[in-house]
């Protein structure tokens, strides 16, 4: 019995992991029934990735009102586990949220994730492992910030916060870029969220300011740190203000559900993303993957929606990359979850059964 792993990250606007993993165990099945298929729902910090850890280590679902990009009320959700919280900011400050007339990164506030850390340390979680991604916001994470002051500060500023002296914080991301600049949170990532030329500048000039006022008075300055653009400059609040740690996100997630355990007898690895293309070398999630099984010797496949760069990716150690999409398939029709789904089976039976 081949033992067959499948952790395909979620299609974005389209697919959830669990349901691409689905989908690719039913095309195993159908042309291996005897197989051994383990389906691991993975994110490397943005969409997904609450419910990626839920399924690696279980807990409870929280729900929390809390308010959006824009302040309005809603209801988000965090994971707890004993005494630690998996916040996925996407559920409080997230792009979802808004719709696309709505997207202003020069108003959009993550407040609502600074309330889904306070209720996390409130519940008394000592560890916060927060997933980085699909943020509406570019505020340096100044929202949240001023949340946890609200809730926590006798005298309306930081240094009166003392009920996160005790608490770790691990940020997840594939983001390495800094806070300021050309590489930074403004100039790479506000664009997508709404920004124009000009806001751009305005957000980068503002988030130059913050740092520097923050190192002045911290001592320490951590702008420039990987992940510190990550989320708008959320990471760079966290690195600044919580002291956190920043790991990968895949790399954190595979930690945590032993992947180098699942290896060890497996036969081979399916993996894939809603596009793959050379960037996917850069620390996405397809990659991390990658990486943990080659120290195994075990073959990884890489399936997606669109694929670029094919020899590259061959280069770096895929055992095969395909496309689930036939030719000339019209975008809108491959978006639909159904269309997504029936690809994935088929593209997965058309593999010989030596690859499998």
């Not at 969409?47 to 824009?70: Q, T, Y």
């Not at 050309?182 to 913050?210: S, W, Y």
């Not at 929606?305 to 061959?314: F, M, P, T, V």
Request: net charge negative.
């Amino acid at each position: 019995m081949k033992k067959i792993i499948v952790a395909i990250d979620s299609f974005k606007g389209c697919l959830t992991s669990a349901e691409a993993n689905q989908a690719a165990s039913e095309g195993i099945l159908a042309k291996m029934p005897e197989a051994k298929v383990v389906q691991v729902p993975v994110s490397d910090g943005g969409e997904g990735f609450m419910e990626a850890f839920k399924a690696a280590m279980g807990g409870e679902i929280v729900e929390v009102n809390v308010k959006d990009p824009l302040m309005r009320p809603i209801v988000a959700q965090y994971l707890v586990q004993d005494d630690t919280a998996v916040i996925e900011i996407a559920k409080a400050s997230g792009l979802t949220l808004l719709k696309p007339e709505e997207r202003n990164p020069m108003v959009a506030t993550s407040y609502g994730t600074g309330q889904l850390v306070v209720d996390a340390v409130r519940r008394g979680c000592k560890h916060i492992i927060v997933g980085l991604g699909g943020s509406a916001t570019s505020d340096c994470g100044i929202g949240m910030l001023r949340a946890i002051i609200d809730a926590f500060a006798k005298h309306g500023n930081w240094d009166d916060v003392c009920e996160l002296d005790d608490v770790h914080f691990t940020i997840a991301t594939d983001v390495t870029n800094p806070l300021c600049g050309e590489n930074g949170a403004a100039h790479v990532f506000a664009p997508q969220k709404g920004a124009t030329n000009e806001h751009v500048l305005a957000l980068d000039a503002r988030a130059k300011r913050f740092a520097e006022a923050s190192a002045r008075h911290m001592g320490r300055d951590c702008q420039n740190m990987s992940g510190a653009g990550a989320a708008g400059g959320l990471g760079y609040a966290f690195l600044q203000y919580m002291n956190a740690e920043c790991r990968s996100g895949i790399d954190l997630l595979l930690d945590t559900i032993h992947f180098d355990d699942l290896l060890q007898d497996a036969y081979i690895v399916i993996t894939g993303e809603g596009s793959a293309d050379r960037q996917t070398l850069m620390g996405k999630l397809p990659f991390g993957i990658l990486q943990f099984a080659q120290k195994h010797g075990v073959p990884v496949m890489l399936i997606a929606g669109c694929i670029a760069d094919e020899k590259q990716l061959l280069d770096a150690g895929f055992s095969r990359v395909a496309c689930i999409n036939p030719p000339g398939l019209p975008l809108e029709i491959a978006m639909r979850p159904e269309t997504a789904k029936e690809n994935i089976r088929k593209i997965i039976t058309l593999f010989r059964v030596d690859e499998l």
